[in-house]
């Protein structure tokens, strides 16, 4: 299968934890307090599991630090654009950042630079 992603992605265990969820239109889905397994990234988006059924088209504010041992985070809004239905309860998400300055991706760059030397 062709990959038809525009940016590269790399394998990373992250756990996030979802608060609340919005729209443009200001619909807010608020005390979902639900923890998430980021189990992909790429300058463009993340792809995460979880036992949550989630909107498509919903947003929420993320915090990522992707080196444990820096203190750089990207803080951004990501958008959910898919779900597919894994079995058992579990559900994967795919999402893009809509609110990252494409300024912060050398932080991405660092980290796969890094990524690549560890394998």
């Known amino acids: 299968m062709d990959e038809k992603r525009k ?23 608020e005390n979902i307090d639900e923890p998430i397994m980021v189990v992909d990234m790429s300058k463009g988006g993340i792809g995460f599991q979880t036992q949550s059924i989630l909107p498509v088209g919903y947003y929420f504010n993320a915090c990522i630090q992707l080196h444990p041992e820096n203190d ?12 597919t239905d894994l079995g058992h309860g579990l559900k994967s998400y795919g999402c893009e950042f809509v609110g990252l300055a494409p300024v912060l991706s050398f932080i991405f760059d660092d980290y796969i630079e890094t990524y690549a030397n560890e394998q």
């Open 72 to 83: 750089s985070k990207l803080y951004c809004v990501v958008k959910i654009i898919r779900c």
């Open 7 to 29: 940016n590269q992605r790399f394998n990373i265990r992250l756990e996030l934890m979802i608060s609340s969820l919005f729209r443009q239109d200001n619909v807010l889905v």
